[in-house]
């Protein structure tokens, strides 16, 4: 391992093939120049990137940081991800302190923990490739607007593709016509997580930002917590964030500078999104009658004050994975002794030292397995109306999510609580739907580089919808960067081609290029559209 560190992974060198012809790996894929091997526009690798001795397939997903690519170890043909950080203001000055973090994340060589083999700095060379061995790719490093790359393993899935695929009753069905049971899959895969983190935290290592997409699978039972280190240079989004550090985030977003977000993690903020990742997994893919009794554990998990949670990780999932097998054994409906909840809840501060016959304990289970947008006036003025305009959504939507929490310390009031618990309205909102609340309310505060940056969060996690590239459309016309404000308008129309405004809007950034006949074009679509 010690010498992977010293040696990167030679991935600071990097070129592109002879020859071959390249296309940005973004969303809308478009050619690029032959020397290109990051798009100029969107910020991607190009398709025919070579970085040592990898090669650059297709782009994974994207996450607050960067992108992540699978790429291919070109002569074992064994399947990684790259990693590709941007220089980022914000959190560029944490770099040194990420890479230190994810070494001794590595180091642990814990079962959950996903290990990252290497984290560098890397500068495209614009150079034709090579394939020499490692040692010898290594160049001197310059510090012009470095990336930060990262290797680690291919997994299968995450665990938002995880939920996505058990919600189907017939993925369900299956798992129950082989005797198997969700629900204590599920358990096994909380008992993971809780061990990855307990490790981590006895190192001092917070993870700082347990995202679905951070967690990763195999398929089967096996799951590992991706990305420490790295997860928080930046903050997660709603609900993850716990609200003790909401206004260190919005300071943080107001300065530029992520160092304060980075100092004030704990592990308790990590037990709170830990708390959200359960109940995310229990409402989604459980009946109420198999996860009732965990509802208090996960409410007192996500306490607003920090001090009035669990002790530990490991006695919050001590806890939780009681109360999931107990509700698991008990008939539906309501729950009939409030004693047997509270007496869960409010011994569980301190670390219990029972054991759970059904999950092992998490110190030994380390082997398991008011501005005006140009366009609302063009819009007015042209008589273009749309129900779903981007301004429209920044009007409704503005305002932040705030987490359920429960304040009371007293048992009594707090198992009544439970009582009128409503699921209903304990359903997780989409991460989407929050960043994109956040850039609606951004964009009126005219704040329109913060509108961007929410906007691309939203996208990162769901890039199918043409509301959400035209509001960043929007946000970039208001920062006069026509060509990324053409580009979101395009995929806009990409995804709904019959929106009038959308091709107004890109009519009206064509102007502004002083490309008029394409411009006069668009808006002739738009009156065919509204006619
Ligand atoms: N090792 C991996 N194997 C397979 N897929 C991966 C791997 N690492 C990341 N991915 C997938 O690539 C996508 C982008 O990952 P990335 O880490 O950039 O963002 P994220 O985890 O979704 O969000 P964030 O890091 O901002 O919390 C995600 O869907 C993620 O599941």
């Given at each position: 391992m010690e010498s992977q560190w010293n040696q990167t992974s030679g991935i600071r060198t990097s070129g592109v093939r002879d020859g071959a012809t390249l296309f940005c790996l973004g969303s809308e894929h478009h050619p690029l120049k032959a020397?290109?091997?990051?798009?100029?526009?969107?910020?991607?690798?190009?398709?025919?990137?070579?970085?040592?001795?990898?090669q650059v397939l297709r782009c994974l997903g994207s996450g607050r940081s960067g992108h992540a690519y699978l790429a291919l170890h070109i002569r074992s043909k064994q399947q990684?991800?790259?990693?590709?950080?941007?220089?980022?203001?914000?959190?560029?000055?944490?770099?040194?302190?990420?890479?230190?973090?994810?070494?001794?994340?590595?180091?642990?060589?814990?079962?959950?923990?996903?290990?990252?083999?290497?984290?560098?700095?890397?500068q495209p060379s614009h150079q034709p490739a090579q394939q020499r061995p490692l040692h010898e790719l290594i160049n001197a490093y310059s510090s012009a607007e470095p990336y930060l790359l990262t290797l680690c393993q291919y997994t299968n899935a995450n665990l938002s593709q995880f939920i996505a695929y058990y919600e189907k009753p017939e993925a369900q069905q299956a798992i129950q016509e082989r005797g198997l049971s969700l629900r204590a899959h599920i358990g096994k895969l909380i008992q993971q997580m809780g061990s990855a983190l307990n490790a981590a935290h006895a190192r001092n290592l917070v993870h700082g930002a347990l995202t679905p997409g951070n967690i990763l699978l195999d398929g089967r039972d096996r799951l590992w917590v991706g990305d420490f280190g790295l997860a928080r240079l930046h903050p997660p989004f709603a609900p993850y964030l716990a609200p003790e550090l909401e206004g260190i985030v919005q300071h943080g977003t107001r300065m530029g500078d992520w160092r304060q977000f980075w100092q004030a993690l704990s592990p308790a903020n990590d037990q709170y999104m830990l708390a959200q990742i359960c109940q995310l997994l229990f409402t989604r893919l459980l009946q109420p009658n198999e996860y009732e009794?965990?509802?208090?554990?996960?409410?007192?998990?996500?306490?607003?004050?920090?001090?009035?949670?669990?002790?530990?990780?490991?006695s919050f999932i001590h806890e939780l994975l009681n109360q999931l097998q107990d509700s698991g054994s008990r008939p539906a409906g309501r729950i009939s002794s409030p004693n047997n909840i509270s007496s869960a809840v409010?011994?569980?501060?301190?670390?219990?030292?029972?054991?759970?016959?059904a999950y092992p304990s998490l110190a030994s289970s380390g082997s398991y397995g008011g501005y005006s947008s140009p366009f609302q006036a063009r819009n007015t003025t042209a008589g273009y109306h749309s129900s779903s305009s981007p301004s429209q959504v920044r009007n409704t939507t503005a305002g932040?999510?705030?987490?359920?929490?429960t304040t009371s310390s007293d048992a009594r009031s707090q198992y009544n609580k439970m009582l009128n618990y409503s699921l209903a309205a304990s359903q997780p909102v989409s991460p989407a739907d929050e960043w994109e609340k956040r850039g609606g309310k951004l964009f009126t505060?005219?704040?329109?580089?913060?509108?961007?940056?929410?906007?691309?969060?939203?996208?990162?996690?769901?890039?199918?919808?043409?509301?959400?590239?035209?509001?960043?459309?929007?946000?970039?016309?208001?920062?006069?960067?026509?060509?990324?404000?053409?580009s979101s308008y395009e995929q806009a129309l990409s995804l709904?081609?019959?929106?009038?405004?959308?091709?107004?809007?890109?009519?009206?950034?064509?102007?502004?290029?002083?490309?008029?006949?394409?411009?006069?074009?668009?808006?002739?679509?738009?009156?065919?559209?509204?006619?």
């Open positions: 020397e290109e091997e990051v798009c100029p526009l969107c910020g991607y690798l190009a398709s025919g990137a070579q970085l040592g001795i990898y990684v991800v790259l990693k590709l950080f941007a220089p980022d203001p914000m959190s560029i000055m944490l770099w040194e302190q990420a890479r230190q973090e994810v070494r001794t994340a590595s180091l642990l060589n814990h079962s959950s923990i996903l290990p990252i083999s290497s984290c560098t700095h890397w009794r965990t509802l208090p554990i996960l409410r007192h998990a996500s306490q607003t004050r920090p001090e009035q949670r669990f002790a530990s990780i490991e409010y011994a569980s501060l301190t670390p219990s030292t029972g054991s759970n016959p932040y999510h705030s987490v359920p929490v505060e005219h704040d329109f580089a913060g509108a961007v940056r929410a906007y691309r969060q939203a996208l990162a996690l769901d890039n199918y919808r043409s509301t959400l590239w035209q509001a960043l459309g929007d946000a970039h016309f208001a920062l006069e960067q026509y060509k990324e404000a053409l709904n081609p019959n929106d009038s405004a959308t091709w107004l809007n890109r009519g009206t950034v064509l102007d502004s290029l002083g490309r008029r006949q394409e411009a006069i074009e668009c808006y002739e679509r738009a009156d065919q559209l509204d006619s």
